[in-house]
């Protein structure tokens, strides 16, 4: 029903920025919860930002909180990641994701439709 695929990935450095991008194809991409999730090396999937269909409620990670921003253009049927102050510990794939429903979930099985994902590395 929603295909997702990332762009935007890349090796930047430390306190630097990077700006993500998911473009999905389908017609409901706007009654559609969107995330942002990551998995580095040994890790688990661990989810980053999520946003309501509409744009007006974001969650946030504790880890991200006031350095990525999340958000949506309904019309383009695009959600971004906007990633400041990168540290060496945001290092991970990052895949943009989807879910019907009435929450912003943080467990990423709660989260139908996937991209293949798109590297981060952020070196010292």
């Known amino acids: 029903q929603v295909q997702l695929i990332e762009s935007g990935g890349g090796l930047v450095q430390a306190g630097g920025s990077l700006r993500l991008s998911c473009v999905a194809s389908?017609?409901?991409?706007?009654?559609?919860?969107m995330g942002w999730l990551r998995q580095a090396p040994g890790k688990g999937r661990e989810f980053v930002a999520g946003i309501s269909q509409t744009g007006s409620n974001t969650k946030y990670h504790d880890s991200v909180k006031g350095r990525f921003t999340i958000s949506r253009d309904n019309a383009k049927k695009t959600e971004y990641l906007e990633m400041n102050s990168l540290k060496p510990e945001d290092t991970a794939t990052y895949y943009c994701a989807a879910r019907r429903g009435g929450s912003i979930l943080m467990s990423p099985r709660e989260y139908k439709y996937w991209g293949p994902g798109t590297q981060v590395t952020v070196s010292s």
């Open positions: 389908g017609d409901t991409f706007s009654d559609h919860i």
